[in-house]
């Protein structure tokens, strides 16, 4: 780990308290759980959208 890291490492993170690191972990998988679902509906949209098009 370089020490570039380490310092921008302390600017983001440096005044958390560790329940404020166990929350952001917390919404960033709950973030990418939300993003995953909204590509998986999309993908169903774009499915449903092609089968419509081609019964008519």
Known sequence: MSEQSIY????RFGSFQPDDVRRL???????????KLVAE???EIEVMKEIAAKKW
């Open 41 to 43: 509906r999309d993908l």
């Open 8 to 11: 921008t490492w302390k600017k």
């Open 25 to 35: 972990k917390q919404l960033e998988q709950e973030n990418a759980r939300l993003k």
